[in-house]
């Protein structure tokens, strides 16, 4: 039995909102005290066999929608309170079902559970939703999620992956504003969830899949997960390369991403690869599941080891997950459960649960095969890492582009077809600026009093609203313009309160 370290019973219980603001600051000293621990999350909970199975699968969930400026009298609101207010645009006729499915996993996993089945889920929800779906009054979907979270007969069977508050692309999102997104989250989920789900939390979902792969922005991205209690992250497959510049040779066992940054400091954490590209159907017709049935054990180091295929989609976004998940979802579940109830061959796992499991039987991620961002050897060819300066890679880096029009440090995503800077300007300069006149008003007077205050946690709602993706995915009109309205508002805040 392995025992965990009991949380102190002198945290607080968070209030889920703070002056009608979502509680994303504040405890900042406690959250680090909670989320920082090396104990076991599913080790002593897992019915899973490492020496009765033969592959595994893993999926996850990814459930997001933007806050907007948008509701009576401009008061921000979630995008999906906009979509049943306005049933008649685009396919805002999609509200009910989105809701639905924002809340099925709380239904799915309990019935599964009691039939004696052995159900894996992974969920990922933004900030910008969470808060969203209590602003509509949609408990009964929050209440759901509570059940699967913090009963702990569903304990087993679902895992929670941390990601951005705001929903912020990493690399063209402003560096000192990475560890806030992901504190920010830490707050909320604690707020509504509790403390000891959020101890919990120990994988982490990029929004839109992007990694960075500028040797700095990827350092501080790293850096701050370590410090914020990660142990490792999904990346996408076509995101990062060997040290040697080419793509990944075995893809169904973990990874470590080593960090380099431009003075030569390096870090690494733990990476569960992501296979293919942005496809629902690939979660929804369940292809992790069938592509795992056909593999066979691995090894790292001197030790065989199952391999895991791991996927993740949007939980929610067109007719294939919307329709088809459900049934895929639980057939695949039946299936696994002929085995001795889903515990030997091919199994549903979790990632933190399958790094856990093949660590106890002697894996060390010392022993898992290097990766690093695409494109990144073309810098570490032209600049010794032990010699390594700012100037050098700057300068490394402008001459690669002169000589190779397709390499740039956007870093890449689950949608490389799409950039997120380029025709984007009007949206990137304001919210450069605006996270630029937070830190110049905030960090001279910072302190964790401070983070307790209005005016603080509105002034950080904003600086982070302001980062969403979305804004920089629909292309220019509406969305734009909303970027630029909430950036107008945070300007004003800051301006007028600090």
């Not at 010699?387 to 002169?402: C, D, F, H, L």
């Not at 001279?444 to 209005?454: A, D, K, M, V």
Request: glycine share 8%; hydrophobic share 35%.
């Amino acid at each position: 039995m392995v025992i965990s370290t009991p949380l102190s019973p002198n945290l607080p219980t968070l209030d889920e909102l703070v002056d009608g603001l979502p509680n994303i600051c504040g405890w900042e000293n406690e959250v680090s005290r909670v989320v920082n621990h090396d104990d076991p999350i599913f080790l002593g909970d897992t019915n899973i066999k490492l020496d009765r199975i033969n592959s595994g699968f893993a999926i996850a969930l990814h459930m997001h929608q933007p806050t907007i400026p948008a509701g009576a009298d401009g008061e921000p609101i979630c995008n999906l309170q906009y979509m049943f207010e306005h049933p008649g645009e685009g396919d805002n006729h999609n509200a009910e079902p989105f809701a639905w499915c924002y809340s099925r996993m709380g239904q799915f996993i309990p019935e599964l559970v009691a039939e004696g089945y052995n159900p894996r889920v992974m969920l990922d929800y933004s900030g910008n939703l969470l808060w969203g779906l209590r602003q509509m009054g949609r408990d009964d979907v929050l209440d759901n999620l509570k059940r699967i979270t913090c009963d702990r007969a569903y304990q087993p069977y679902v895992e929670w992956l941390g990601t951005m508050w705001g929903h912020g692309v990493v690399p063209s999102n402003p560096i000192p504003d990475i560890k806030l997104h992901i504190q920010a989250w830490q707050h909320h989920f604690a707020a509504i969830f509790g403390w000891d789900a959020l101890r919990r939390v120990k994988g982490f979902s990029p929004p839109e899949m992007h990694l960075p792969n500028h040797p700095d922005t990827l350092y501080e991205y790293v850096k701050a997960l370590k410090e914020c209690g990660y142990r490792w992250l999904l990346v996408q497959e076509h995101s990062v390369e060997t040290p040697e510049g080419h793509g990944l040779g075995y893809k169904h066992i973990p990874y470590r991403l080593v960090a380099r940054n431009s003075n030569g400091e390096t870090t690494s954490i733990t990476a569960l690869i992501k296979t293919q590209g942005s496809d629902t159907k690939l979660v929804a017709q369940m292809q992790p599941y069938y592509e795992a049935k056909g593999l066979s054990r691995q090894q790292i180091g001197n030790r065989s080891v199952p391999p895991l295929v791991s996927q993740i989609g949007d939980g929610e976004n067109g007719g294939v997950m919307m329709n088809e998940f459900p049934d895929g979802f639980k057939q695949a579940i039946y299936d696994i459960g002929k085995n001795e109830g889903g515990s030997s061959g091919t199994v549903a796992l979790n990632g933190t649960e399958y790094l856990e499991l093949i660590e106890a039987a002697g894996c060390s991620p010392e022993d898992y095969p290097i990766c690093q961002p695409v494109g990144q050897h073309k810098i570490w060819q032209k600049v010794d890492p032990e010699k390594a300066t700012s100037e050098a890679v700057e300068a490394a880096i402008a001459e690669i582009k002169q000589h190779d029009h397709n390499f740039h440090v956007e870093g890449a995503s689950w949608t490389n077809h799409i950039s997120w800077v380029q025709g984007y300007e009007n949206v990137l300069g304001p919210m450069n600026e605006l996270s630029a006149l937070f830190h110049e008003k905030i960090d001279p007077i910072y302190s964790e009093s401070l983070t307790r205050e209005r005016r603080y946690r509105e002034a950080l709602l904003y600086n982070m609203l302001v980062q969403t993706s979305c804004f920089r995915y629909w292309g220019q009109g509406t969305w734009t313009d909303y970027a630029r309205e909430l950036y107008r508002r945070g300007k004003e805040i800051l301006q007028r309160d600090f």
